[in-house]
Nanobody, 128 residues
Framework: QVQLIQSGGGLVQAGGSLRLSCAASERTFSTNRMAWFRQGPGKEREYVASITWSTSNINYAHSVKGRITIPKDNAKNTVYLRLDSLEPEDTTVYYC?????????????????????WGQGTQVTVSS
């Protein structure tokens, strides 16, 4: 069972950028797509973006498109999240997640149930 360890986050000023890391304990053939979600207080967990290990196929949520990049380093089994032009509304807990190959369709990429493994979550607080 792959494990995901997150790092980064903390307090960031509005207008600045955040960079989060998600290191997978292993990158197996079966673990295909890596995603970022976020969950604000009293809100449902929402999809942010994802990328595949093998083909670097990237998918973004409309809410963050234009402000986000999701690079990866296959040699380090690590996926990153960079979000620019931060707003107070970006204050949430960010989670990374992993989905097995064949467990999703293009329509289900953003669904919580697509992902079998989750990181521990990282708090990001944007100060105005």
């Amino acid at each position: 069972q792959v494990q995901l360890i997150q790092s980064g986050g903390g307090l960031v000023q509005a207008g600045g950028s955040l960079r989060l890391s998600c290191a997978a304990s292993e990158r197996t053939f079966s673990t295909n797509r890596m995603a970022w979600f976020r969950q604000g207080p009293g809100k449902e967990r929402e999809y942010v973006a994802s990328i595949t290990w093998s083909t670097s196929n990237i998918n973004y949520a409309h809410s963050v498109k234009g402000r986000i990049t999701i690079p990866k380093d296959n040699a380090k089994n690590t996926v990153y999240l960079r979000l620019d032009s931060l707003e107070p509304e970006d204050t949430t807990v960010y989670y990374c997640a992993a989905a097995r190959r064949g467990s999703y369709t293009q329509q289900s990429i953003g669904a919580l149930t697509t992902y079998q493994t989750w990181g521990q979550g990282t708090q990001v607080t944007v100060s105005s």
